[in-house]
């Protein structure tokens, strides 16, 4: 195969870490914002979802190259 046999679970691994640490990091890091700037705090249902979604995709992702 052009790029290995496994490029899409690497790919699931990829997108579902970057979405996880993603949405975390953007809560965390909004948390000590100042007030008077234009900080805005990402919803806080959304971004746990996105968080859980990724978290399943990198692990299942990390299972399937086992």
């Known amino acids: 195969m052009f790029l290995g046999e496994n490029l899409i679970v690497l790919l699931v691994l990829a997108f579902g ?4 640490v993603g949405n ?4 965390v890091n909004t948390k000590d914002a ?21 978290l399943i995709a990198a692990v299942w992702a990390i299972i399937s190259l086992l």
């Open 34 to 54: 100042p007030e008077n700037r234009d900080y805005e705090r990402p919803p806080l249902f959304r971004s746990i979802t996105m968080i859980l979604i990724g």
């Open 17 to 20: 870490g970057a979405l996880a």
């Open 24 to 27: 975390f990091l953007a809560l």
